[in-house]
């Protein structure tokens, strides 16, 4: 690429000119203008202007193996050499999807087998509410079709991801949801636990308003559940203990289908390969994308369980649904050496039993205490700094998301890349970061949050 022969202004005015950027507020973004990252390295991301920043966000949930895998450009080289493309239709096959199948249904739950792939988690979520609602169909109940999600979900961007999702401005913005689907309460025991409830009996009570959902609308009205096991994007909500096995014995009761979004948790962010093997749940489909290449290829993968296999393989006959990139050859070859180098350098592993809780222990330690800080809280390498300006009533600073904000641009200006989400400060680093990249993390965020208090204290 020839971007060294743009200075940042120009690359700036011509982005302002021409490129519509995702969950962006355009006119706000070409009046201060992009920050443009060109090269990254390990767990670091460079910009223009030669900065060194410490990608807190493994760019957007994805580069779980970091940046610079030559290993993974050889691949795709290779591949791209031998066979670019050829599609999975018409009963035609090419070798890195079938054997990428084959590795997926080795490390996904026991009950799941199958796999249908896509380009993105969006893509991987339509494909998953389309096959519930077939199943069903297939299996003589096509009224049963309502699927139960929840409020700050996020499941993608498209019609069915946006209508799936609980992102109210999203909504807003819809004219016209996917029909028959319904929005609970989500697990975020740090704003709707009440004085003197427990987690534990919180979590339940999160769990039940998914019950009364089900039973609202009849349990033959219902096709399945829906959710993230930690949600992501609407700010690192972690459920309570009690949550997950609540749902997992209301969906059976009722029998309603489970449907897990890991698109974030999925390929080993939470210690387990999938978030659905540390919770103990076996799921009927498992959402995933992002990390199945450490965002080095756009690819996504819905991993589907043996109870609608089985029937849509039966009695389906054709499923008339598929992308022109379902299992595309590059994507699958990338794919699986990713999965190669997690395990070879037993990145899993280290999550489960070492970065993982001191990943935890140093947002406790380091960040809770803090003057602006609620409540640190995560779930293997995803955090959450929730921002207040009472740390006792956990009162919110005015402003809406400002504060946050604010903690997030002193932040990048420390070299450190985070997001924030509404009032919450939000991490997911790749999984090669260590405990000397943690503390390095940490001091940047002490140093971040000790500006953003005295602007904050100010105004
Ligand atoms: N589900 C979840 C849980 C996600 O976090 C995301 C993306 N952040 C998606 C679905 C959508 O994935 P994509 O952006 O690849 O369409």
Avoid at 201 to 230: C, H, K, S, T, Y
Avoid at 338 to 343: K, P, R, S, Y
Avoid at 403 to 418: F, L, P, T, Y
Wanted: proline content about 5%.
């Amino acid at each position: 690429m020839t971007y060294q022969n743009f200075s940042l202004k120009q690359l700036q005015d011509i982005d302002a000119a021409h490129h519509l950027h995702p969950f962006t507020d355009h006119k706000d973004l070409r009046d201060a203008g992009a920050r443009i990252i060109t090269h990254a390295q390990g767990p670091f991301v460079y910009d223009t202007e030669g900065n060194e920043i410490l990608d807190g966000m493994a760019g957007l949930w994805c580069v779980n193996i970091g940046y610079g895998r030559d290993e993974l450009a050889d691949v795709a080289y290779a591949q791209m050499k031998e066979l670019p493309y050829y599609n999975s239709f018409f009963r035609c096959s090419t070798p890195s999807p079938v054997l990428l199948a084959q590795k997926l249904a080795e490390i996904a739950p026991k009950n799941v087998n199958q796999v249908f792939y896509g380009s993105s988690g969006s893509e991987a979520n339509d494909t998953a509410l389309r096959l519930v609602r077939h199943y069903w169909a297939l299996e003589g109940k096509p009224q049963k079709n309502r699927i139960i999600s929840r409020k700050w979900a996020y499941h993608g961007s498209t019609i069915a991801g946006t209508s799936l999702g609980g992102m109210e401005a999203m909504h807003g913005q819809l004219h016209g949801a996917v029909p028959n689907i319904a929005h609970v309460m989500p697990p975020y025991a740090f704003e709707l636990k009440e004085k003197g409830e427990s987690d534990h009996d919180f979590g339940l009570r999160a769990a039940r308003a998914v019950e009364d959902a089900i039973l609202e609308a009849g349990p033959e009205n219902v096709a399945a559940f829906i959710g993230e096991p930690a949600m992501g994007a609407g700010g690192v909500k972690v459920p309570p203990e009690s949550y997950w096995p609540e749902i997992d014995r209301i969906c059976k009761k009722h029998d309603v289908l489970l449907m897990l979004d890991e698109v974030i948790t999925g390929y080993g962010r939470t210690g387990e390969w999938f978030a659905a093997q540390r919770l103990g749940l076996e799921p009927d489909t498992i959402t995933t994308a992002k990390a199945l290449t450490s965002g080095y290829q756009p690819l996504s993968a819905l991993l589907v369980g043996d109870r609608i296999a089985a029937t849509l393989v039966e009695k389906g006959g054709e499923f008339y649904h598929g992308y022109t990139y379902s299992g595309h050859p590059v994507a699958c070859a990338v794919a699986l050496r990713n999965l190669e180098i997690i395990e070879r350098e037993g990145l899993i592993e280290r999550v489960r039993e070492d970065t993982g809780p001191y990943f935890a222990e140093a947002l406790e330690e380091r960040l809770a205490g803090h003057g602006i800080v609620g409540e640190t809280r995560s779930f293997g390498l995803m955090g959450a700094i929730e921002i207040v300006s009472h740390k006792d009533t956990r009162k919110r600073f005015d402003g809406g998301g400002a504060a946050a904000v604010a903690v997030r641009d002193h932040a990048i200006a420390e070299g450190m890349m985070m997001r924030a989400v509404g009032n919450t400060m939000i991490l997911s680093p790749p999984l090669i970061w260590t405990r000397e990249t943690i503390d390095m993390a940490c001091d940047r965020i002490v140093r971040a949050l000790d500006k953003a208090e005295i602007d904050l204290r100010k105004t």
